[in-house]
């Protein structure tokens, strides 16, 4: 098996990251994996444009995984400032969750928000419903805030909706 590496994503890689990212999240494809939203939500779960956009953006990164030279997996880190930074998109090709890929990467987005932004917390998003992703999280030291904030129901940019429930809970970690 080849090894795998991890680094920046730049615009070569928008057109490869796009499809993991969706194949990751939506569709039948998906169901394969356990970290999915496609019971949840329809369509796209980002497009190009906003992935090139994140790649233009200084204050964030897309920490690329790849083996054998296919991407495998992603997670984007955000400089929020103030010390704090965001992390989202943490995608692992669904045939390939539960086998440590997402805990490397979340290691390493932490890693790179301590190092390259200078942030000392570390913030997330999940959708409300997405309780054993939520759990998971809590396993690697992130903790529910209180916080909720609405799911964007009406930008098809995120998605559309399959339930009108839908919202984000914050999750919290500090970063040593």
């Known amino acids: ?9 730049g615009h070569d890689d928008v057109a ?3 499809p993991l990212v969706h194949h990751a999240y939506r569709g039948d494809r998906a169901r394969v994996g356990w970290t999915h939203e496609a019971d949840l939500l329809d369509a ?15 204050r964030q990164t897309i920490i690329l995984a790849e083996r054998g030279g296919e991407p495998i997996g992603c997670v984007q880190v955000t400089d929020r400032g103030d010390g704090l930074a965001y ?42 419903q997405r309780g054993e992703l939520i759990e998971w999280y809590q396993r690697r030291g992130y903790a529910l805030t209180g916080e909720t904030r609405p799911f964007p129901m009406t930008d098809p940019r995120f998605g559309v ?8 809970v914050v999750l919290e970690k500090p970063l040593a």
Do not use: C, K, N, W
């Open 87 to 128: 992390l989202g998109m943490l995608t692992v090709a669904a045939h390939l969750q539960a086998r440590g890929l997402g805990r490397r990467l979340l290691q390493a987005a932490e890693a790179l928000a301590r190092d390259r932004y200078g942030a000392t917390r570390i913030e997330m998003t999940v959708i409300v």
């Open 44 to 58: 796209a779960r980002i497009d190009e444009a906003a992935l090139a956009a994140s790649i233009d953006d200084p």
């Open 161 to 168: 909706p399959r339930r009108s429930d839908l919202a984000f």
């Open 16 to 18: 490869l990251i796009h």
């Open 1 to 9: 098996m080849d090894e795998i590496v991890l680094r920046d994503g």
